[in-house]
């Protein structure tokens, strides 16, 4: 970026008017980008190939200098004379599509469009597709350039598809129109040969491939036999291998074999033994080619950078017409391994694989640059944030108020609606101050709603009152309630007529029964929805098997069509309503049984259940009540689902108790566990019911899944009491359990990474752990998960889940491939979330995510969180509801009772007796998030040796430091008791005093902490505030005592590494941006030398206490993946032999380094053991490794030989214990 296209931005803008920026910092931020941009361009140094299909030239240039190195005339073919008309062309496609080289899996789409004039860049990145895209995008990887386009009428000329050979020598122009081949040597700009393969006129691509190693080339033609030319002396030959007509083709790496498509009249992956000229193998494909039954010119093929892989794409017409098929062949088995979909409306118009591109991974703003030096704070770019949208949005008003005055507007049907709606409407109330403006239908196009709505209506008006009364007033079952059903059935019958010609309505009904009030609003898309299901569960309940009479949707006659032949509204087919309607078998789901647009928030720190409405407001709540101390006492509630009788089933993991809630709050049912030995439960985690009245338990702690009766008798079990395993009818911690509607069991087997689809006790279906290895197992590569907490089976056959242990969901298809997935510790900093158990799809398409203290909704669509809250956000509309919903209780038989009003003065009373109620509220709420589970997850691997372990994990997710050790327990916890304060905490180191060191990042000091009281014993930095120099710290990183007593801290903030007095004085530094960017650790070295790990540099270095840099490693500001570049790391350590261990943060890895910059040993979290974003890296006494990694939550160790021996992660789903006293030995940091 330009530095005066950086002063155009709005935020920077008001970053500099507000003071927090100078326009010197971004001048310096955008210079900084263009340097890092010719850096990465630097780092993809070859050369640039350009043809145009107009001129008929092939150009090549030094990439990124420009200087021209040749200039090639193709021969030209009669009628290529004429430009391309890109009119005359239709694209077989609609991006680049790029894989993961190592899964294969779809990682990225580059948008593609058709031009005349195309380019790759050759480096020793690879041959990678050119383009104004490159800045912004991965590199398409590949060998085989086609112009993927079809002509509407026949050509005898172009398009020109490129071919290189994998060394880079030898390259191939097909001109598909013209039938020919050209052949180029790149090193010297030749023109070698022009074949001639085929007669003008075909819209099929010429297939070709370069040995340049046995200097061969084999072309395909789409007829039955394969070219073969001698490169030497030209000399040709076929063979034909008799199997049909031949298409697309690809070379082994190591040129032993041709991989062929047979196109007709058998489709099929031929294999082709180049030794033998003979067939050696025929793999069989699933779908249908694109290049036979459309107009597509080619069959999509690409070989992985590395040889070992081969994808080829076919098409299926389910879900839609054309949805494209990749699969994936193991080259060296020559075997298909795996196959997957691509159902996001998109089309490859080249299959690509992924590189990293080092101008896209540079390609900061200069904001980014600017946090990233600490320059400035992400809160401050928050504010700055919402005060340019506040201005942008009050512009837009504006703008729209004046063209709505310009233009005055009379709808004389809405000004007849609202005449005769005032005639009938309540009185409205003033809004509250800082409430959400009232929501106001709009006018839509008219549409015919069923009379079955009225119904529907009225039993959600219903349904709130009776919730609202805890189970006392019943509008639809109380005969003595009449009068006030007549009342609201007619404001039901209003809200129809309302919604045929507006987006919603609003039922807004004072004193229903008694005090007790409606206030609602119904959409036009929640009532399709709720006709629809009615319309269905009519059909199923009454054992239909006829079309209804009358669409659902607009209720015109349907006249035994399945379709509406006035609206296009389809009815689904009676098999399909028969399977779907098995409703007594499949066990309630998270929203089943709701109002439309609520949903159930399990509070475990609040020791509550809440019903939340669409507005998000509180509209049920169940457990100990927070002012009267009365109701039900819930110790560690993990579960809630609603039951078609309004009742609440509820689980109890620290009661270990399954319980039925009546809405009033009454005990109802309770699974009888004093019947056996074997009704004990051990930390239940999942309850759930289906119409039968049986339920399902999963005892998590006894490793099994039970189904019960109401009598509490056990009718079902899948693994066994109190015995954890892997092999069948065992399981290892279940977390989730669901009940099909065809009677098979889904089972979330936490323990053993993996989703369990059970038929007859027998699994029908599994993902993840393949191969059930009962250590180990996990992964967050496609087919594996880590530690699963839910999964749930949708109507359309996917598959929702919670992996929990990789922070993500997911949503996978039949066949078991991802359709999305969204990794909850990205993203915003206020809609992150490191607990997730629980995900369901609301009705309008986002998907609920549930944590173990706050709540996400996510959008699959747009791929980002729309909204999210802490449990504690819903603390004050509690106190409030409380105040309000002082009511009588209505008595049956008609005699009301006096009742309590907030009469005129109370009303004053309880406005200031406000806070004292949540003051009440928020003083238990902490007592109750002191409770909590104090051990750890933890697995062993065989039976390692392992040493003694005290460690202290800095848990930057919930601002606080924990000491563990080898059994998980977490005794002493620092940053959760009052004056405990942390933001952001990034490290922590002991000392031999017995006091804890730690890093206070985002509250710019450094502490020293007595880890027997609890208390602050010295800090420097003033707490919040950034200050440079002496003043104090900026965002610090790293801190160490030394043996002189002095302290050493890396201060990010303030680019510098320094050495400090316990007086205050700084004794030495090393500092400077000229020097150091962001630096994240630091430690003295018993040569006296200080090893700094500079994070934003990618770099680590020895500086000696004269300020000479004497060692380093990583290429200073330029990240990479191979032996001598890091990316953001993150610690590094000197062992005792000389060499030093450093965690490379973002190339998921940790590597040894030798003083002669040589690695010597790797543990990749991208191979066998999957882990991610290693932060800190230790070398125990007996050789081990420990790795802290995944936001400090989990830790691994492993031997020299790269086996895992130990792991342990934080839990997900325990809240938090107040400090203890620690341990006297001082443990590791």
Same mark, same amino acid.
């Given at each position: 970026?330009?530095?005066?296209?950086?002063?155009?931005?709005?935020?920077?803008?008001?970053?500099?008017?507000?003071?927090?920026?100078?326009?010197?910092?971004?001048?310096?931020?955008?210079?900084?980008?263009?340097?890092?941009?010719?850096?990465?361009?630097?780092?993809?140094?070859?050369?640039?190939?350009?043809?145009?299909?107009?001129?008929?030239?092939?150009?090549?240039?030094?990439?990124?200098?420009?200087?021209?190195?040749?200039?090639?005339?193709?021969?030209?073919?009669?009628?290529?004379?004429?430009?391309?008309?890109?009119?005359?062309?239709?694209?077989?496609?609609?991006?680049?599509?790029?894989?993961?080289?190592?899964?294969?899996?779809?990682?990225?789409?580059?948008?593609?469009?058709?031009?005349?004039?195309?380019?790759?860049?050759?480096?020793?990145?690879?041959?990678?597709?050119?383009?104004?895209?490159?800045?912004?995008?991965?590199?398409?990887?590949?060998?085989?350039?086609?112009?993927?386009?079809?002509?509407?009428?026949?050509?005898?000329?172009?398009?020109?598809?490129?071919?290189?050979?994998?060394?880079?020598?030898?390259?191939?122009?097909?001109?598909?129109?013209?039938?020919?081949?050209?052949?180029?040597?790149?090193?010297?700009?030749?023109?070698?040969?022009?074949?001639?393969?085929?007669?003008?006129?075909?819209?099929?691509?010429?297939?070709?491939?370069?040995?340049?190693?046995?200097?061969?080339?084999?072309?395909?033609?789409?007829?039955?036999?394969?070219?073969?030319?001698?490169?030497?002396?030209?000399?040709?030959?076929?063979?034909?291998?008799?199997?049909?007509?031949?298409?697309?083709?690809?070379?082994?790496?190591?040129?032993?074999?041709?991989?062929?498509?047979?196109?007709?009249?058998?489709?099929?992956?031929?294999?082709?033994?180049?030794?033998?000229?003979?067939?050696?193998?025929?793999?069989a494909i699933k779908g249908d080619l694109f290049s036979t039954n459309s107009d597509s010119p080619v069959d999509l093929m690409a070989l992985s950078p590395d040889g070992e892989q081969l994808l080829f794409m076919t098409y299926l017409n389910d879900p839609d017409p054309f949805t494209?098929?990749?699969?994936?062949?193991?080259?060296?088995?020559?075997?298909?391994?795996?196959?997957?979909?691509?159902?996001?409306?998109?089309?490859?118009?080249?299959?690509?694989?992924?590189?990293?591109?080092?101008?896209?991974?540079?390609?900061?703003?200069?904001?980014?640059?600017?946090?990233?030096?600490?320059?400035?704070?992400?809160?401050?770019v928050r504010d700055a944030r919402v005060a340019v949208r506040q201005k942008a949005l009050e512009d837009s008003l504006r703008q729209q108020e004046a063209q709505q005055a310009a233009v005055p507007t009379i709808d004389l049907d809405q000004r007849a609606f609202e005449e005769a709606?005032?005639?009938?409407?309540?009185?409205?109330?003033?809004?509250?101050?800082?409430?959400?403006?009232?929501?106001?239908?709009?006018?839509?196009?008219?549409?015919?709603?069923?009379?079955?709505?009225?119904?529907?209506?009225?039993?959600?008006?219903?349904?709130?009152?009776?919730?609202?009364?805890?189970?006392?007033?019943?509008?639809?079952?109380?005969?003595?309630?009449?009068?006030?059903?007549?009342?609201?059935?007619?404001?039901?019958?209003?809200?129809?007529?309302?919604?045929?010609?507006?987006?919603?309505?609003?039922?807004?009904?004072?004193?229903?029964?008694?005090?007790?009030?409606?206030?609602?609003?119904?959409?036009?898309?929640?009532?399709?929805?709720?006709?629809?299901?009615?319309?269905?569960?009519?059909?199923?309940?009454?054992?239909?098997?006829?079309?209804?009479?009358?669409?659902?949707?607009?209720?015109?006659?349907?006249?035994?069509?399945?379709?509406?032949?006035?609206?296009?509204?389809?009815?689904?087919?009676?098999?399909?309503?028969?399977?779907?309607?098995?409703?007594?078998?499949?066990?309630?789901?998270?929203?089943?049984?709701?109002?439309?647009?609520?949903?159930?928030?399990?509070?475990?720190?609040?020791?509550?259940?809440?019903?939340?409405?669409?507005?998000?407001?509180?509209?049920?709540?169940?457990?100990?009540?927070?002012?009267?101390?009365?109701?039900?006492?819930?110790?560690?509630?993990?579960?809630?689902?609603?039951?078609?009788?309004?009742?609440?089933?509820?689980?109890?993991?620290?009661?270990?108790?399954?319980?039925?809630?009546?809405?009033?709050?009454?005990?109802?049912?309770?699974?009888?566990?004093?019947?056996?030995?074997?009704?004990?439960?051990?930390?239940?985690?999942?309850?759930?019911?289906?119409?039968?009245?049986?339920?399902?338990?999963?005892?998590?702690?006894?490793?099994?899944?039970?189904?019960?009766?109401?009598?509490?008798?056990?009718?079902?079990?899948?693994?066994?009491?109190?015995?954890?395993?892997?092999?069948?009818?065992?399981?290892?911690? &279940?977390?989730?359990?669901?009940?099909?509607?065809? %009677?098979?069991? $889904?089972?979330? #087997?936490? !323990? @053993?990474? +993996? =989703? /369990? *689809?059970?038929?007859?006790?027998?699994?029908?279906?599994?993902?993840?752990?393949?191969?059930?290895?009962?250590?180990?197992?996990?992964?967050?590569?496609?087919?594996?998960?880590?530690? &699963?907490?839910?999964?749930?089976?949708?109507?359309? %056959?996917?598959? $929702?889940?919670? #992996?929990? !242990? @990789?922070? +993500? =969901? /997911? *949503?996978?298809?039949?066949?078991?491939?991802?359709?999305?997935?969204?990794?909850?510790?990205?993203?915003?900093?206020?809609?992150?979330?490191?607990?997730?158990?629980?995900?369901?799809?609301?009705?309008?398409?986002?998907?609920?995510?549930? %944590?173990?203290?706050?709540?996400?909704?996510?959008?699959?669509?747009?791929?980002?969180?729309?909204?999210?809250?802490?449990?504690?956000?819903?603390?004050?509309?509690?106190?409030?509801?409380?105040?309000?919903?002082?009511?009588?209780?209505?008595?049956?038989?008609?005699?009301?009772?006096?009742?309590?009003?907030?009469?005129?003065?109370?009303?004053?009373?309880?406005?200031?007796?406000?806070?004292?109620?949540?003051?009440?509220?928020?003083?238990?709420?902490?007592?109750?998030?002191?409770?909590?589970?104090?051990?750890?997850?933890?697995?062993?691997?065989?039976?390692?040796?392992?040493?003694?372990?005290?460690?202290?994990?800095?848990?930057?997710?919930?601002?606080?430091?924990?000491?563990?050790?080898?059994?998980?327990?977490?005794?002493?916890?620092?940053?959760?008791?009052?004056?405990?304060?942390?933001?952001?905490?990034?490290?922590?180191?002991?000392?031999?005093?017995?006091?804890?060191?730690?890093?206070?990042?985002?509250?710019?000091?450094?502490?020293?902490?007595?880890?027997?009281?609890?208390?602050?014993?010295?800090?420097?930095?003033?707490?919040?505030?950034?200050?440079?120099?002496?003043?104090?710290?900026?965002?610090?990183?790293?801190?160490?005592?030394?043996?002189?007593?002095?302290?050493?801290?890396?201060?990010?903030?303030?680019?510098?590494?320094?050495?400090?007095?316990?007086?205050?004085?700084?004794?030495?530094?090393?500092?400077?941006?000229?020097?150091?960017?962001?630096?994240?650790?630091?430690?003295?070295?018993?040569?006296?030398?200080?090893?700094?790990?500079?994070?934003?540099?990618?770099?680590?270095?020895?500086?000696?206490?004269?300020?000479?840099?004497?060692?380093?490693?990583?290429?200073?500001?330029?990240?990479?993946?191979?032996?001598?570049?890091?990316?953001?790391?993150?610690?590094?350590?000197?062992?005792?032999?000389?060499?030093?261990?450093?965690?490379?943060?973002?190339?998921?890895?940790?590597?040894?380094?030798?003083?002669?910059?040589?690695?010597?040993?790797?543990?990749?979290?991208?191979?066998?053991?999957?882990?991610?974003?290693?932060?800190?890296?230790?070398?125990?006494?007996?050789?081990?490794?420990?790795?802290?990694?995944?936001?400090?939550?989990?830790?691994?160790?492993?031997?020299?030989?790269?086996?895992?021996?130990?792991?342990?992660?934080?839990?997900?789903?325990?809240?938090?214990?107040?400090?203890?006293?620690?341990?006297?030995?001082?443990?590791?940091?």
């Open positions: 970026m330009a530095p005066q296209e950086a002063f155009q931005d709005p935020l920077l803008q008001e970053l500099i008017r507000r003071e927090l920026l100078t326009q010197e910092q971004v001048q310096t931020a955008a210079e900084l980008i263009d340097s890092n941009l010719k850096a990465g361009q630097q780092a993809l140094a070859g050369t640039r190939y350009l043809w145009d299909q107009n001129a008929y030239t092939f150009q090549a240039y030094r990439y990124p200098e420009g200087q021209e190195k040749f200039n090639l005339q193709l021969p030209k073919p009669d009628g290529a004379d004429k430009a391309i008309n890109l009119a005359d062309w239709e694209s077989a496609g609609t991006h680049l599509t790029l894989f993961n080289p190592e899964s294969a899996k779809k990682a990225e789409d580059i948008a593609w469009q058709l031009s005349p004039q195309l380019e790759v860049i050759h480096s020793r990145e690879g041959t990678f597709w050119n383009g104004p895209f490159l800045q912004d995008n991965n590199l398409a990887l590949g060998h085989s350039f086609f112009w993927n386009a079809f002509p509407k009428q026949s050509m005898n000329a172009r398009p020109l598809d490129f071919f290189m050979g994998y060394q880079g020598v030898l390259a191939a122009f097909a001109d598909r129109g013209a039938g020919q081949v050209h052949l180029i040597n790149l090193e010297t700009g030749e023109l070698l040969k022009t074949v001639s393969l085929r007669n003008p006129g075909s819209s099929k691509t010429l297939n070709l491939c370069l040995a340049e190693k046995s200097k061969r080339l084999y072309l395909t033609d789409n007829s039955t036999s394969i070219t073969v030319i001698n490169l030497e002396d030209y000399s040709s030959h076929k063979i034909s291998p008799a199997v049909g007509l031949l298409g697309n083709c690809v070379l082994s790496k190591d040129e032993g074999f041709l991989f062929v498509l047979a196109t007709k009249p058998n489709p099929g992956l031929k294999v082709i033994d180049l030794k033998t000229e003979q067939m050696s193998k025929d793999i494209p098929i990749i699969s994936v062949i193991d080259v060296l088995r020559q075997k298909t391994t795996q196959r997957f979909s691509i159902k996001d409306g998109t089309r490859p118009a080249a299959l690509s694989f992924l590189g990293i591109n080092p101008i896209a991974a540079k390609n900061q703003t200069v904001l980014e640059v600017l946090i990233g030096q600490g320059t400035v704070s992400d809160e401050a709606q005032k005639k009938e409407e309540e009185p409205e109330e003033a809004p509250q101050e800082g409430a959400p403006p009232p929501f106001k239908p709009e006018k839509a196009p008219q549409m015919n709603i069923s009379p079955a709505a009225d119904e529907l209506i009225t039993k959600v008006c219903s349904d709130t009152i009776f919730m609202q009364s805890k189970g006392e007033v019943d509008l639809l079952g109380d005969p003595e309630l009449t009068e006030n059903l007549v009342r609201v059935k007619s404001a039901a019958t209003r809200a129809r007529n309302e919604l045929e010609w507006y987006t919603g309505a609003i039922i807004k009904l004072k004193n229903v029964v008694g005090d007790y009030h409606l206030d609602i609003v119904i959409l036009r898309e929640q009532m399709e929805e709720m006709l629809h299901k009615y319309e269905r569960d009519s059909l199923v309940k009454a054992g239909l098997k006829t079309v209804p009479s009358n669409c659902p949707n607009c209720s015109k006659p349907l006249f035994g069509s399945y379709i509406c032949s006035y609206c296009g509204y389809e009815i689904e087919r009676p098999e399909e309503l028969l399977k779907r309607g098995i409703i007594s078998i499949a066990s309630a789901r998270p929203l089943d049984n709701l109002t439309q647009g609520h949903f159930l928030m399990i509070d475990m720190e609040g020791k509550r259940i809440l019903e939340v409405d669409e507005n998000k407001n509180i509209f049920w709540s169940m457990g100990k009540d927070m002012l009267m101390e009365a109701s039900i006492e819930l110790a560690f509630p993990r579960d809630a689902v609603r039951l078609p009788t309004r009742n609440t089933l509820v689980t109890d993991y620290s009661l270990n108790r399954i319980m039925e809630i009546t809405p009033s709050g009454r005990l109802f049912w309770e699974f009888n566990q004093g019947k056996s030995a074997d009704h004990k439960l051990k930390n239940p985690v999942r309850a759930t019911a289906n119409g039968l009245n049986q339920v399902l338990i999963v005892d998590q702690g006894n490793h099994r899944v039970i189904e019960v009766d109401k009598d509490s008798d056990i009718r079902m079990q899948y693994g066994q009491l109190g015995e954890a395993g892997v092999k069948l009818g065992l399981l290892n911690t &279940p977390s989730d359990v669901q009940r099909l509607a065809n %009677g098979n069991l $889904l089972i979330t #087997d936490t !323990g @053993n990474h +993996r =989703i /369990l *689809e059970l038929e007859n006790m027998e699994i029908v279906w599994q993902y993840g752990n393949p191969e059930n290895k009962e250590s180990g197992g996990y992964g967050v590569e496609p087919g594996y998960l880590s530690y &699963p907490q839910s999964a749930l089976r949708q109507d359309n %056959g996917h598959t $929702l889940v919670v #992996d929990a !242990g @990789n922070l +993500r =969901i /997911l *949503e996978l298809d039949a066949e078991g491939q991802i359709l999305w997935e969204h990794f909850t510790h990205t993203g915003p900093e206020e809609y992150q979330m490191d607990s997730p158990f629980r995900a369901t799809y609301f009705w309008n398409g986002l998907v609920s995510i549930l %944590g173990e203290s706050s709540m996400i909704e996510y959008d699959p669509g747009e791929k980002k969180v729309v909204w999210g809250c802490l449990m504690s956000d819903f603390e004050r509309a509690k106190a409030v509801l409380q105040v309000e919903q002082t009511t009588k209780r209505f008595v049956k038989h008609g005699v009301r009772n006096p009742y309590m009003r907030v009469a005129d003065k109370a009303e004053e009373e309880a406005a200031a007796k406000a806070d004292a109620v949540q003051a009440l509220i928020s003083k238990r709420m902490s007592n109750v998030r002191t409770a909590a589970s104090n051990k750890a997850h933890v697995s062993l691997f065989g039976k390692p040796e392992l040493e003694p372990l005290k460690f202290y994990l800095v848990d930057r997710t919930k601002n606080r430091v924990i000491l563990t050790d080898r059994e998980g327990r977490m005794d002493w916890r620092y940053g959760e008791g009052e004056g405990q304060t942390l933001q952001k905490p990034n490290s922590c180191n002991p000392t031999a005093a017995g006091t804890l060191l730690l890093a206070d990042t985002d509250q710019h000091r450094v502490l020293e902490v007595d880890t027997k009281t609890g208390e602050i014993v010295w800090q420097f930095g003033e707490t919040g505030k950034p200050r440079d120099k002496q003043a104090g710290l900026n965002r610090p990183r790293g801190v160490q005592r030394l043996d002189n007593g002095n302290t050493l801290i890396a201060d990010q903030g303030n680019t510098r590494v320094f050495e400090l007095t316990p007086g205050g004085e700084i004794v030495w530094s090393y500092e400077g941006v000229d020097r150091l960017t962001g630096p994240y650790h630091a430690s003295k070295l018993e040569n006296g030398n200080v090893l700094i790990t500079d994070w934003a540099a990618h770099q680590v270095i020895e500086v000696s206490p004269a300020g000479e840099v004497v060692w380093h490693f990583g290429v200073r500001k330029i990240t990479g993946e191979d032996a001598t570049h890091l990316s953001y790391p993150e610690s590094a350590n000197r062992l005792s032999n000389g060499n030093t261990l450093i965690a490379d943060t973002r190339n998921d890895r940790v590597i040894e380094i030798s003083p002669e910059g040589e690695m010597v040993w790797e543990f990749s979290g991208r191979k066998e053991i999957k882990y991610g974003s290693p932060a800190y890296a230790e070398r125990m006494a007996n050789g081990n490794t420990l790795v802290v990694h995944s936001h400090n939550r989990q830790m691994i160790e492993v031997s020299p030989e790269l086996k895992a021996l130990w792991k342990l992660m934080l839990p997900f789903d325990r809240p938090a214990v107040a400090a203890k006293p620690a341990a006297t030995e001082t443990p590791a940091p």
